[in-house]
């Protein structure tokens, strides 16, 4: 999925030729426009032209397609966000050090979830 700006709109856009698309029965577009969200229900054949266009009324747009092949029991959910063009924000610093390539008892390399539990104090203990 990926969002475009063209003439002061948003072209959402996404593909058409992916197999649950094709075999989609119901399609939900929830779009998120500064505070205001809204729920709409998809047509088939919007759905499988693969793009809508979105007159945004502020700056920061989001975008959520949730397709459901109800027949085979499978969805697929997507969201993507449009910020105004300029310069990416600054990324953002790591709270807690990665630990320095130490495996652990399983021999593997910490992930970072491991790596944040490893970096907060054991809870107290009553003496």
Known sequence: ??????AGQLVLSWNRNADIVKTAQK?????TDGASTEDDDLDLGTLRGGSVVYS???NDVGFK????DLKNRKSLSESIRA????PAPPRSRRRFPAQT????SSGRQ????????SARSPPHQRP
């Not at 999925?1 to 063209?6: I, Q, Y």
């Not at 910490?110 to 539990?117: H, L, M, N, S, Y």
């Open 56 to 58: 945004a009324i502020t």
């Open 110 to 117: 910490p992930d970072a979830d491991q790596t944040v539990r």
């Open 101 to 104: 390539g130490q495996p652990n």
């Open 83 to 86: 910020l105004p063009d300029g």
């Open 1 to 6: 999925m990926k969002v475009e700006r063209n």
């Open 65 to 68: 397609l949730e397709v459901s």
């Open 27 to 31: 399609a939900t577009l929830t779009i």
